[in-house]
């Protein structure tokens, strides 16, 4: 990136000269300062790194200079305003190591009129009783950004394929209706919905909330402020564990990533063609609470099947949905986003590393040949890539909770009682 960090609906202007007409009389100034700052830094090479701006030193000098209050200003301002300040948002580690998170007052009150909300908030948190999700499905990734949504005050509801599924997720708080693709959702079902997360797979019939609701959705496009669709990093196929991003030409290998693929173009066009704001979430191997290879040890289930250059990528449950949560509070219809960790690894170091933090010996290697597995094993274990979750950091901004599954499994420990 060069130049200016004014970009979109501010062409030519300079960011110092904008910042100074945007932000409130009292942090004018150093908004500007604070841009011209970065700007420099760009001018003379910045090496964007993973837990925020690491800038040329005279960058830095004239950061750390500004008046503190003035700086988280400029932060809130950034995230507020992200299209147009697209680094800004990465200013507020190097304040944390100075002073702590509070603002004064009247500077609490500057940033609250520009931003039009809470100055005290988690990055990563969307609080609005005046939201609604609807999921079709309400799976395992699902049901955690449900309950993420429900501790901000968020009406939940969602579907499941039969009676005892809605039953099972009434006892978890979540009220859902029985939708298997086959009939029509009730008339009033979307009504005062804001917000859809698809996460039902298609099947050999397509996907089964298009083959029944697609009519609905495209007449009320305009009702909804976000659409997210879970997909699954299969659609990149193999790459002999070389690395994929979301430009990476699509070339499913197995039926299930072929039928991804085309709900995605899909989904897709119904943004395309009426202005569906659809988001595409391409899935990591999931793993969290109940589904580890922690569990899987303690039950005696795990295996180390051991095949040479086989790496997968993985995401914890949690930050499926912190991303989820991220995306809502930044939309961008149309755009494909990655949702992987940041380390791909071979699944039989994932088995051992949870042996070692339980204390047991890791369970015998198995030959890929000799391991007699089932014909959905066999199909992951014939593609190995490694996913570049780049976009969600640089764009999203988002900072994963449990960055490697060694981070996750350590978290995923049972407690001693």
């Not at 948002?89 to 940033?111: F, T």
């Not at 005290?120 to 939201?131: C, T």
């Not at 395309?272 to 979430?281: C, E």
């Not at 191997?285 to 795990?302: C, E, F, K, M, T």
Request: proline content about 7%; aromatic content about 6%; glycine content about 10%.
């Amino acid at each position: 990136m060069t130049g200016s960090l004014v970009a979109g609906s501010f062409p030519g202007k300079p960011a110092g000269v904008l910042a100074r007409r945007m932000a409130p009389r009292r942090c004018g100034k150093s908004l500007g300062l604070l841009a011209s700052a970065v700007e420099e830094a760009v001018r003379q090479g910045i090496d964007r790194r993973l837990d925020g701006l690491d800038a040329h030193r005279g960058g830095l000098h004239q950061i750390e200079r500004l008046d503190f209050a003035c700086l988280q200003a400029c932060d809130r301002f950034a995230r507020r305003h992200a299209d147009q300040f697209v680094m800004l948002g990465h200013v507020l580690p190097l304040l944390r190591r100075q002073r702590g998170n509070m603002l004064p007052r009247q500077c609490a009150r500057d940033i609250s009129q520009l931003c039009g909300t809470p100055t005290i908030a988690n990055r990563n948190k969307v609080a609005d009783p005046g939201k609604s999700l609807f999921c079709f499905g309400l799976g395992y990734a699902a049901r955690a950004l449900a309950h993420a949504l429900q501790a901000g005050n968020w009406t939940v509801a969602g579907t499941s394929r039969e009676a005892a599924g809605v039953a099972a997720l009434a006892a978890l708080g979540l009220p859902a209706i029985v939708f298997d693709g086959q009939g029509r959702l009730a008339d009033d079902a979307l009504d005062k919905v804001s917000h859809i997360l698809i996460s039902a797979p298609p099947d050999g019939r397509g996907d089964p909330v298009l083959g029944c609701c697609a009519d609905e959705l495209m007449a009320r496009a305009r009702q909804f402020a976000w659409v997210g669709y879970l997909s699954t990093t299969g659609v990149y196929g193999d790459h002999g564990g070389g690395w994929v991003d979301e430009d990476t030409p699509l070339a499913p290998v197995s039926e299930r990533a072929k039928r991804r693929v085309a709900a995605e173009d899909a989904w897709l066009a119904l943004h395309r063609d009426h202005g569906l704001p659809v988001h595409l979430f391409r899935l990591a191997g999931i793993y969290g609470p109940g589904r580890n290879q922690i569990a899987a040890v303690l039950d005696g289930s795990a295996r180390r099947i051991v095949k040479p250059g086989q790496v997968f990528s993985r995401i914890h449950v949690e930050d499926v949905a912190g991303v989820l949560q991220t995306s809502i509070a930044r939309p961008n219809p149309g755009r494909a986003y990655n949702v992987a960790d940041d380390e791909p690894a071979p699944p039989q170091d994932v088995v051992a590393f949870a042996a070692q933090l339980l204390g047991r010996p890791a369970p015998p290697e198995v030959p890929f040949e000799a391991a007699d597995l089932s014909h959905m094993a066999l199909s992951f274990y014939g593609e190995s890539k490694r996913v570049s979750n780049r976009r969600i950091k640089q764009e999203l901004g988002y900072r994963l909770k449990y960055p490697t599954y060694r981070d996750g499994l350590r978290a995923l420990l049972p407690h001693p009682t």
